[in-house]
Nanobody, 117 residues
Framework: QVQLMESGGGLVQPGGSLRLSCAAS????????LGWYRQAPGKQRERVAR???????TYIESVKGRFTISRDDAKNTVYLRMDNLKPEDTAVYYC???????????WGQGTQVTVSS
């Protein structure tokens, strides 16, 4: 059974940190680009970070310098380290595996991140 399972979300105060993990089973991350996207209520979904199969990373402007995406193909896991969190980072965060032309072919169920004092 193919499954991507996110973990690590929660409630954190502004300025705090979280590390999200996404472990895959039934498929491989090796050789594939991976990403994290988020969706907040009433807002469009946005991909916040992407990492290529070779480890090249890209971020949306609003999280540059605060978020770090990384991967461990031996563990079939992708991570998102989030520092200096802001209330506007509040959203459900999803991991995704990207196909050959960058379209997601698998994604997880999401983990809630809430930044509030």
């Amino acid at each position: 059974q193919v499954q991507l399972m996110e973990s690590g979300g929660g409630l954190v105060q502004p300025g705090g940190s979280l590390r999200l993990s996404c472990a895959a089973s039934g498929l491989t991350f090796s050789g594939k680009a991976l990403g994290w996207y988020r969706q907040a209520p009433g807002k469009q979904r946005e991909r916040v970070a992407r990492i290529s199969s070779g480890g090249v990373t890209t971020y949306i402007e609003s999280v540059k310098g605060r978020f770090t995406i990384s991967r461990d193909d031996a563990k079939n896991t992708v991570y998102l380290r989030m520092d200096n969190l802001k209330p506007e980072d509040t959203a459900v965060y999803y991991c995704e595996r990207l196909g050959p032309i960058g379209i997601p072919d698998y994604w997880g169920q999401g983990t809630q991140v809430t930044v509030s004092s």
